[in-house]
């Protein structure tokens, strides 16, 4: 069940009280304090956002009503474009988040669990764009309108993939080299998304980096994104509270961290 606002703000004070200081103060990870300080904790707007935005904005007002789809590919409900693109895309400082990651990691592929209407895809996209990035989504009309937005963006690297994440990620899996970059974002249930990065640990490379949405949407999120951080394969955990970051990074401590982002 998604965890409510008193749920919500009992878990945000632990979080602080976890929490290092802004600006890097008492990260003694060199790795980490110069993630934190260049890509996590800087905002630089970049012209490459506006378009993005300027779709939001287009989706916002959007009234075409679409069928929903389950997890498990069957028809739900309908709703508007306009009140998904509301409750479902990332907001603009996750969207900048994710394109800083993108630049900073310079992954070799990228891997995204949840495509939508497209707002994460693009943000990752235009960071590099010479860097394939394949996406997963059930739902056939969400992606076709996200996918008409890569057209008009001219965002050639970006590959749809519609269907299950249990139908589409093993053999997206099998003919990649490695995931450089994963954004795990549906399909929220804690034990589906242990599953899911379970499929992905043979496939990652100390060098990549699995970012993980909305770990306090639920007890069951959190409780798999804590399993997950213990893990001994999983070498630096980084807690933002509404997404974590795994990294898998060889000879180094393990260490985890919270670390204040955006609006927390
Ligand atoms: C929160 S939205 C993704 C938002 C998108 N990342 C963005 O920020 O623009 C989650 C998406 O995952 C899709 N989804 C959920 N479970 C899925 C599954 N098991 N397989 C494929 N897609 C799934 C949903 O249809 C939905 O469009």
Same mark, same amino acid.
């Given at each position: ?56 904005? #287009? $989706? ?7 069928? *929903?789809?389950?997890? &498990? =590919?069957?028809? !739900? ?93 093993? #053999? $997206? ?7 450089? *970059?994963?954004?795990? &974002? =549906?399909?929220? !249930? ?75």
């Amino acid at each position: 069940m998604k965890t409510g606002i008193l749920g919500l703000s009992r878990r945000y004070l632990a979080f602080r009280r976890l929490c290092k200081p802004r600006h890097g103060f008492g990260i003694h990870s060199p790795f980490v304090f110069e993630l934190y300080t260049q890509a996590i904790d800087s905002d630089a707007k970049e012209p490459a956002f506006l378009p993005i935005e300027r779709y939001r904005q #287009s $989706l916002k007002r959007c009234a075409q009503r679409i069928d *929903l789809v389950g997890a &498990d =590919g069957c028809s !739900q409900a309908t709703s508007e474009v306009r009140k998904i693109a509301r409750k479902a895309a990332i907001p603009p400082h996750l969207g900048r988040l994710l394109f800083r990651l993108c630049r900073y990691m310079q992954p070799q592929s990228i891997v995204e669990l949840g495509t939508s209407l497209g707002i994460s895809t693009l943000y990752m996209a235009v960071a590099t764009p010479d860097v394939p990035l394949h996406t997963i989504e059930v739902n056939a009309d969400v992606q076709q309108i996200a996918q008409n937005q890569f057209d008009t963006m001219g965002c050639g690297n970006v590959y749809t993939h519609c269907g299950t994440f249990a139908e589409h990620l093993p #053999s $997206l899996l099998q003919h990649l080299p490695s995931v450089g *970059l994963a954004f795990v &974002d =549906g399909h929220h !249930q804690g034990e589906a998304m242990l599953r899911y990065v379970e499929a992905m640990l043979p496939h990652i490379t100390p060098s990549s980096m699995l970012v993980l949405d909305d770990i306090r949407w639920s007890d069951d999120m959190e409780a798999a994104w804590h399993v997950l951080c213990a893990d001994l394969r999983v070498s630096l955990s980084i807690d933002l509270f509404r997404c974590g970051i795994l990294l898998f990074r060889q000879g180094v401590a393990k260490q985890h961290f919270n670390l204040r982002f955006g609006p927390y």
